[in-house]
């Protein structure tokens, strides 16, 4: 399996804070049966996770020494899982932000309790600038837990969606849940991932109860587009 969102690299944002704590969830990531990982460290400005891209292959790079003595095998892409503003391009062009593996692929979030439907115009204007934008769980969004058709404007766009796996199992409550299964059922998911923060993550323990409830849901073809196919897709920009 591919992850392509979590916050793995540690120290950086709201995710894991030590390397200890980074090597942790890697190894259990690997032992679930991931054997590559792009790590999504937030960029955002409000909560100050603003590492620059020279800082964050740093710390990639240690991650990947230690993981190679511990003979862990896993391997690593850098990536972000960027807020949505106005000034992304011109923040990967100054090494502020990082694509995913360096391709012109982006992990975009926008505000989760916030109806923002300038949103729509930034990521179009993203595509026309002929990057592949990805949307971060959907599913917690308010604007789409309201109203679900709005998800259909932003597919007609172009633009990719990528589920958590956790929101099956009712993580982020009633309505993400609900609106997990009906993108499921209704193939709009392009990808599925973790989005895990920490070693002690429900994620790990729930993860084959998560397996199962999904493949209640979708079929075990879509389930392989969803967390082996598709994810190496993205990784290579071939989509």
Same mark, same amino acid.
């Given at each position: 399996?591919?992850? +392509?969102?979590?916050?793995?690299?540690?120290?950086?944002?709201?995710?894991?804070?030590?390397?200890?704590?980074?090597?942790?969830?890697?190894?259990?990531?690997?032992?679930?049966?991931?054997?590559?990982?792009? +790590?999504?460290?937030?960029?955002?400005?409000? &909560?100050?996770?603003?590492?620059?891209?020279?800082?964050?292959?740093?710390?990639?790079?240690?991650?990947?020494?230690?993981?190679?003595?511990?003979?862990?095998?896993?391997?690593?892409?850098?990536?972000?899982?960027?807020?949505?503003?106005?000034?992304?391009?011109?923040?990967?062009?100054?090494?502020?932000?990082?694509?995913?593996?360096?391709?012109?692929? *982006?992990? +975009?979030?926008?505000?989760?309790?916030?109806?923002?439907?300038? &949103?729509?115009?930034?990521?179009?204007?993203?595509?026309?600038?002929?990057?592949?934008?990805?949307?971060?769980?959907?599913?917690?969004?308010?604007?789409?837990?309201?109203?679900?058709? *709005?998800?259909?404007?932003?597919?007609?766009?172009?633009?990719?969606?990528?589920?958590?796996?956790?929101?099956?199992?009712?993580?982020?409550?009633?309505?993400?849940?609900?609106?997990?299964?009906?993108?499921?059922?209704?193939?709009?998911?392009?990808?599925? &991932?973790?989005?895990?923060?920490?070693?002690? &993550?429900?994620?790990?323990?729930?993860?084959?109860?998560?397996?199962?409830?999904?493949?209640? +849901?979708?079929?075990?073809?879509?389930?392989?587009?969803?967390?082996?196919?598709?994810?190496?897709?993205?990784?290579?920009?071939?989509?």
């Amino acid at each position: 399996m591919i992850d +392509v969102h979590n916050h793995i690299l540690y120290g950086i944002d709201d995710g894991c804070k030590t390397k200890e704590e980074s090597l942790s969830v890697l190894e259990k990531m690997s032992n679930l049966g991931y054997e590559k990982i792009v +790590v999504t460290p937030h960029y955002m400005e409000e &909560a100050n996770y603003t590492a620059n891209h020279e800082e964050k292959m740093k710390l990639l790079k240690e991650l990947e020494t230690e993981l190679k003595f511990k003979h862990i095998p896993l391997k690593l892409y850098l990536g972000q899982e960027i807020y949505i503003q106005e000034s992304i391009e011109e923040k990967i062009k100054r090494k502020q932000i990082s694509t995913i593996n360096n391709r012109k692929v *982006l992990l +975009v979030e926008i505000p989760m309790f916030e109806k923002m439907h300038e &949103a729509l115009d930034f990521l179009d204007e993203l595509i026309f600038q002929g990057y592949k934008v990805i949307l971060a769980h959907p599913e917690r969004y308010l604007i789409f837990q309201e109203n679900p058709t *709005l998800i259909q404007d932003y597919l007609s766009k172009g633009i990719f969606l990528q589920g958590n796996m956790e929101s099956i199992n009712g993580k982020y409550g009633k309505k993400a849940q609900k609106l997990s299964k009906f993108l499921l059922k209704n193939k709009m998911y392009f990808v599925l &991932a973790s989005d895990v923060h920490h070693e002690n &993550a429900s994620f790990f323990e729930d993860f084959y109860k998560i397996k199962k409830k999904l493949l209640k +849901v979708i079929t075990e073809d879509y389930f392989k587009e969803l967390l082996f196919i598709n994810p190496e897709k993205i990784i290579n920009a071939d989509f």
